[in-house]
């Protein structure tokens, strides 16, 4: 078999705009799938860099926070034309699925959002989504623990968020744990100062319950949703769930339903799954929060790769960084878990049949445990809005 060139052709800067744009129309299916295309046309079949290259940078990004196969292609399009050419071939990955979200937020706040025809098949499609987070906590975390240390962070930092400590100290104190690993005292020390800190931050402030007006919407604010959620996205595009949640729902801008509303349409579009933030800004700020949580949402996915484009091997190439990265992974796997059980709580509520309920979820969950492929998704959020009906 000949050995495809290691440097991608020469192509102009519309046409790259356009290949990458195909590819955003054909991004269905999540990120696996997402990876897949782009392994196929870039270094199967057009030998852009050799197979050991491209596995040893998906290895990179899927330590580094964002959506990998976004930040693929904004690294291939440097690769092709410099910067600007990441820019480019970026901005045409996610365009189609942010016009289309855009085009489902419009519709669901004009059309959809408190019809009562709507409300069953809504309520099904949320519990069906449940399931999927809950396979996808899972699937997390299998790659993510790997020792019992990081099953202790993962299950502190569920604690610590169902308790309302403020997320960052589960994340430095997962991290700094993790990195000290081989100086027990060190260790200790850290979780003693994240303990103190976690007390201190309780008696500070209580976070507002879901659904009450903590503070006045503002485009900043929405922006700095989305930054949160993409500088936090270790180990895939679900862990951004619980930090744009937090600052949209936890603020009373959105409800838990609508929220969950918004990631079952981000599974069935093709879209990076982070794009279920703009559904999220449409929905409390209309256009422009739209645009300011998305800008937020998908800077660091640029970023990382303008910016750190000749340094992104080397970044992790140190021991204590990796160690550092994997126990944030381990302390962000926690919040999603605990996230999922609030979210949980909150459809319960809403449910009448509380059995079917059970049932609806269950068989998702089946769903989602034992099929495989980029259809699973659609199907499950297909099976919620076809029995959603007698849940109320």
């Not at 990955?93 to 004009?110: A, K, R």
């Not at 801008?253 to 879209?271: M, T």
């Amino acid at each position: 078999m000949q050995i495809a060139p290691s440097r991608p052709p020469v192509i102009g800067l519309i046409a790259l705009f356009l290949k990458f744009l195909r590819f955003g129309c054909l991004a269905f299916g999540g990120p696996v799938a997402q990876i897949a295309m782009l392994r196929q046309a870039l270094v199967e079949e057009e030998g852009w860099i050799d197979r050991g290259r491209f596995n040893r940078l998906l290895a990179v990004l899927q330590i580094l926070p964002g959506p990998e196969a976004h930040e693929l292609c904004v690294h291939f399009g440097v690769l092709a034309r410099g910067r600007v050419g990441g820019l480019l071939a970026g901005l045409g990955f996610m365009l189609p699925g942010f016009c289309l979200m855009l085009l489902v937020g419009w519709l669901y706040v004009s059309v959809v959002q408190g019809s009562v025809g709507f409300g069953g098949i809504l309520l099904g499609i949320q519990v069906a989504i449940l399931a999927v987070i809950l396979r996808a906590v899972v699937r997390i975390g299998q790659h993510v623990i790997e020792d019992r240390l990081l099953a202790a962070i993962a299950v502190a930092a569920a604690i610590a968020t169902l308790i309302g400590i403020p997320f960052w100290i589960p994340l430095l104190v997962g991290g700094g744990v993790y990195a000290a690993m081989a100086r027990p005292a060190m260790m200790i020390a850290i979780g003693m100062v994240g303990l103190v800190a976690a007390v201190g931050a309780m008696g500070i402030a209580t976070p507002a319950p879901a659904g009450s007006m903590a503070q006045p919407l503002t485009i900043l604010a929405l922006f700095l949703a989305g930054l949160k959620g993409g500088l936090l996205t270790f180990g895939g595009a679900y862990t951004a769930i619980p930090y744009v949640r937090a600052d949209t729902v936890g603020r009373g801008w959105i409800g838990d339903a609508a929220f969950l509303d918004g990631v079952a349409f981000a599974n069935v579009i093709p879209a990076p799954l982070v794009i279920f933030a703009t559904f999220v800004g449409f929905v409390a700020g209309g256009l422009t929060g739209a645009l300011a949580i998305t800008l937020g949402m998908f800077l660091p996915a640029f970023a990382f790769s303008l910016l750190f484009f000749e340094r992104l091997e080397r970044i992790v190439d140190a021991p204590s960084l990796r160690h550092a990265l994997t126990g944030v992974a381990a302390a962000v796997v926690g919040i999603i878990a605990a996230t999922f059980v609030q979210l949980a709580v909150a459809t319960g509520a809403r449910i009448d049949a509380v059995a079917i309920g059970g049932i609806l979820f269950a068989v998702a969950l089946g769903l989602a445990w034992r099929l495989k492929g980029g259809w699973v998704t659609p199907v499950i959020v297909g099976v919620g809005a076809v029995t959603g009906w007698a849940l109320l």
